[in-house]
């Protein structure tokens, strides 16, 4: 079966390894935002699909039979893409979303938010030294309003500008509790924001933040798209494209 696995994330490495050893046509789709990605097995292509109208040519032209779409939970733009497009198509589409951190047990002591303005807010009535690790597409919701704090950044990339206040880290998951905690005590840190990504190669900072005492801000998941198949592992992905007529 021809399958297109759109995705960087840990989750769709880990599901194309299952789908190629399993003997599909498969093909990741990377968005191309990070300069050194690590890649998945199989075809590769990076970049952008031109909009609903594009990414329905390229199914269309390469008579992809299946969708996965395991982009990371906030990638908003791409998943109604591949919504719209495949079902304009008639193409089956299975939404791969690894589990939130609502569940965790530290849940109930965070302090949730709708957006990143609501989340710099709250940030900001509570600490001092944020460590924000919400990814350099918000950076524009915190560098202004930031520009005098003592901000610890991460980031993958080094290609960012943040004002001079601003101490960077380069550096990508899965991270250490140990690290963790070493990074936030060098820099004294006293408020963690960060988004609802789930899963486990970026959580240990939650962990290092219950150690230190520090105060954590997350902001919510967008909502899932009704009307689409939805798994929360590669191995149930797998199984749902197993399912599929033709497969």
Known sequence: MRVLLLGGTAEARALAEILYAAGHDLTSSLAGRVTAPRLPVGQVRIGGFGGVTGMR???T??????????????????????????????????????????????????????????????????????FLTTGRQTLPFFTSAWAGREVLLRVVDPDVEVPTAWRVVHDRGPYAIPGEVALMRQHRIDVLLTKDSGGSYTAAKLAAAAQLGVLVVVVRRPAQAAGVTTVDSPEAAAAAVALLPGS
Request: aromatic residues 10%; negative net charge.
């Open 57 to 59: 040519d390229y199914l």
């Open 61 to 130: 032209e390469h008579r992809i039979e299946a969708v996965v779409d395991a982009t990371h939970p906030f990638a908003t733009g791409m998943r109604e893409n591949a919504r719209k497009a495949c079902a304009e198509s008639g193409i089956a589409l299975i939404r791969l979303a690894r589990p939130g951190w609502a569940e965790h047990p530290d849940a109930h002591t965070w302090h949730w938010a709708d957006d990143y303005d609501a989340a710099r807010e709250i940030a900001e009535r509570w600490g001092q030294r944020p």
